[in-house]
């Protein structure tokens, strides 16, 4: 499924590569190390089409961080990676202050740190670009299985889901993750509104 044109999908990759852009200069001075995110590959789905094997998130276990925003349009977003990495990023994020044996009593606040820089750098990025005020609440992280984190997800979208993939690279440590957009059918229509004006106005 994808009612998006060629333009508005253009757009949108191209909103969200200056929002990963923002994201890792700002995850670049929390390590001291250069961090690199990938340029996002934007697609759009039915939420009940989702699953692991389409996320390629195959992991015993996966880690989501949730804020939900407000405006024009409302949205639930969403950043989902396997836990197990999203540790190595922690332990990198505290600067090897903590053990690695001793991350996971910090995994939450860590988590929903990094997924605040991310998902905000990315929704300012939009608002920025669109030309609109978006407000955020405050991030909540929850891990489980990938069926039951995915099963969550799909229970929650109002029908559809904009899907970015990225990848997240510190180092030698990789990250695969994805941007999660839970959108009505509503909220798509007046955010591709808001895509079209940008697009006249370049």
Same mark, same amino acid.
């Not at 001291?32 to 996002?40: H, M, N, Q, T």
């Not at 030309?131 to 039951?148: Q, R, W």
């Given at each position: +499924?994808?009612?998006?044109?060629?333009?508005?999908?253009?757009? $949108?990759?191209?909103?969200?590569?200056?929002?990963?852009? &923002?994201?890792?200069?700002? $995850?670049?001075?929390?390590?001291?190390?250069?961090?690199?995110?990938?340029?996002?590959?934007?697609?759009?789905?039915?939420?009940?089409? *989702?699953?692991?094997?389409?996320?390629? $998130?195959?992991? %015993? !276990?996966?880690?989501?961080? =949730?804020?939900?925003?407000?405006?024009?349009?409302?949205?639930?977003?969403?950043?989902?990676?396997?836990?197990? &990495?999203? @540790?190595?990023?922690?332990?990198?994020?505290?600067?090897?202050?903590?053990?690695?044996?001793?991350?996971?009593?910090?995994?939450?606040?860590? +988590?929903?740190?990094?997924?605040? #820089? *991310? @998902?905000?750098?990315?929704?300012?990025? +939009?608002?920025?670009?669109?030309?609109?005020?978006?407000?955020?609440?405050?991030?909540?992280?929850?891990?489980?299985?990938?069926?039951?984190?995915? !099963?969550?997800?799909?229970?929650? %979208?109002? %029908?559809? +889901?904009?899907? @970015?993939?990225?990848?997240?690279?510190?180092?030698? !440590?990789? $990250?695969?993750?994805?941007?999660?957009?839970?959108? %009505?059918?509503?909220?798509?229509? =007046?955010?591709?509104?808001? #895509?079209? &004006?940008? *697009?006249?106005?370049?």
């Amino acid at each position: +499924m994808n009612p998006l044109s060629e333009l508005q999908l253009d757009a $949108l990759t191209e909103i969200f590569n200056i929002g990963a852009g &923002r994201a890792a200069s700002s $995850l670049s001075e929390i390590v001291g190390d250069e961090v690199k995110l990938s340029v996002p590959c934007v697609q759009l789905y039915q939420s009940t089409e *989702i699953n692991a094997d389409i996320l390629s $998130l195959n992991s %015993s !276990r996966l880690g989501a961080v =949730k804020q939900s925003f407000n405006g024009p349009f409302h949205a639930d977003a969403m950043l989902l990676f396997t836990e197990d &990495r999203a @540790l190595e990023i922690v332990h990198d994020i505290m600067n090897s202050q903590v053990g690695v044996e001793d991350v996971a009593e910090f995994e939450q606040e860590a +988590m929903c740190e990094l997924g605040n #820089i *991310i @998902l905000n750098a990315c929704l300012s990025s +939009m608002a920025d670009m669109l030309d609109v005020t978006l407000n955020s609440s405050l991030p909540v992280y929850s891990v489980g299985t990938a069926e039951v984190v995915l !099963r969550q997800i799909v229970s929650e %979208s109002p %029908s559809l +889901m904009l899907v @970015l993939h990225i990848d997240l690279n510190i180092e030698k !440590r990789h $990250l695969q993750g994805y941007l999660v957009f839970l959108l %009505s059918s509503s909220s798509l229509q =007046k955010l591709l509104a808001h #895509i079209d &004006r940008f *697009i006249a106005g370049i």
